[in-house]
């Protein structure tokens, strides 16, 4: 794609990466095909070729983002399918995150969604906050649900159950009885402990089951939830808050171990994310270099596995976070070794439509998508669904009726520990 960036423009070093993002497109449109938003609407503009578009005209002309740049860009879900699809290597999803960022600071935004925002990102990247949240969202859910758009999204979203109480405490080290195979950090992150905190506490006793020690620093929020909005500084603020917590201790680490594949495609980005910061750029670009999607770590591992569940049918949605953005196949191969059944529901590419908030800010998309995965899910005949993201367990769990668990829930109890709590309700 040729581009017209003055030599000016082209000195601020965002802009050139801009341009040399631009000018690997060749407009073929294979992508298109393959973006959620463009099945759901049929609008050029609502898929990755008009986006780029959209941004092209939006940083050449270096002007503020217009409503239809802000919409369009706003409905994109960021799960990267289309850089999956795409033949030239267009790093769209470096590209996105510029355009959001622009739109979150020029754009024009009617004060409801503001204020909309300001809540979301003030409330969602803190486990206390959080918890509060939830425990509010679930007195008013039989109210909001009621309601249509934001509000209502945001009453189905709301678990019934109650918030578990937080089985993995930060500052904690969980050591193995044998000799050790291996010592990892795992970040347990803000949103998992309060919906799930049976996943941590698998991923605990299945790393430990199989000789690797564990630590969990006193680390909150990565920032994912932040630039998913746009909102990068508070994302770099959060991100240096984290590399702050876990520089220290770096040192005979194996991985930095992610439970959460939304926050392992930004933490494996923390090299970019902090690279002008003076103090942080070189912890930061370590513990990227050392994360990894708890899967890619019980990859080398030979699990111990029983006959428990040997046979018993899971339906996997791969992540688009995995699938997309760090390109982990191994929970697949992981579930067939530890002995169940994998099935693979239609259109495996397309996004559950969670994508950190865009199942609040998105209500409508973000419901369609949902059911359609829920339903494609349910159609593989298989006893519950399997996936290694948050988001995605609690959006297709308030779509559907199957039991939705984390990968690592599966695999300890296959290898010796309880049925996921998921499961023994259903
Ligand atoms: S990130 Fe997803 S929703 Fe956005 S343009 Fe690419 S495929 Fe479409
Ligand atoms: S597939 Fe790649 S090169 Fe083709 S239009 Fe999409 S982003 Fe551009």
């Known amino acids: 794609m040729r581009t017209e960036f003055s030599l000016e423009q082209l000195a601020d070093p965002d802009i ?22 463009y099945r759901l609407t049929g609008d050029e503009l609502d898929g990755p070729r008009g986006r780029i578009y959209l941004m092209k005209e939006m940083f050449e002309a270096d002007r503020p983002a217009d409503d239809v740049a802000r919409d369009h860009l706003d409905r994109c879900l ?25 739109v979150e600071a020029t754009a024009p935004r ?10 979301l990102a003030l409330m969602l990247p803190g486990r206390g906050r959080f918890r509060l949240a939830m425990t509010l969202g679930r007195l008013a859910a039989p109210v909001l649900r009621r309601l249509p758009g934001r509000l209502g999204a945001m009453g189905w979203l709301v678990p019934a159950a109650p918030a578990g109480t937080m089985a993995i405490r930060p500052g904690t080290e969980h ?30 006793r299945l790393l430990n089951r199989h000789g690797i020690e564990v630590v969990v620093p006193e680390a909150g929020c990565c920032g994912a939830l932040p630039l998913h909005m746009g909102k990068v500084e508070r994302a770099r603020a959060t991100a240096a808050r984290l590399v702050d917590a876990l ?29 002008d910061d ?24 030979a699990l111990q596995v029983g006959d428990t569940v040997k046979g018993r049918a899971v339906a996997y949605h791969d992540a688009c976070s995995l699938r997309h953005g760090q390109r982990v196949t191994a929970p697949k191969r992981l579930l067939a070794k530890a002995g169940f059944t994998v099935r693979e529901p239609v259109n495996p590419h397309l996004c559950c439509g969670s994508a950190g908030t865009y199942n609040m800010l998105q209500p ?25 993201n948050i988001g995605c367990l609690t959006q297709i769990a308030a779509q559907g009726d199957t039991p939705v668990v984390h990968t690592v829930e599966l695999l300890d109890w296959a290898t010796g520990g309880p049925m996921p709590p998921a499961l023994q309700v259903s």
């Open 175 to 204: 050591g193995v009885a044998g000799a050790s195979k291996g010592r990892v950090a795992l970040l347990i992150g803000c949103i998992q402990p309060v919906l799930r905190p049976s996943v941590d506490a698998a991923a605990v």
């Open 247 to 275: 520089a220290p201790g770096l040192d005979g680490l194996d991985a930095v171990v992610v439970t959460v594949s939304g926050c392992g495609t930004t933490v494996k980005d923390y090299g970019h994310l902090l690279k």
């Open 16 to 37: 050139a990466e801009i341009d040399s993002i631009l000018r690997k497109c060749v407009h073929c449109g294979f992508c298109t095909a393959t973006c959620p938003t």
């Open 364 to 388: 409508e998309l973000s419901a369609a998508l949902g059911k359609d995965k829920a339903a494609a899910l349910a159609a593989t005949g298989a006893e519950m669904i399997v996936a290694g």
């Open 78 to 102: 960021g799960c990267l399918s289309c850089m999956t699809t795409c033949p030239s290597g267009v790093d769209y999803g470096r590209l996105v995150e510029h355009g959001k960022a622009h």
């Open 278 to 301: 003076p103090v942080r750029a070189a912890p930061a670009a370590r513990i990227a270099a050392l994360a990894r999607d708890v899967s890619e770590v019980l990859d080398g591992v």
């Open 110 to 119: 009617a004060l409801p969604d503001r204020l909309m925002r300001s809540l």
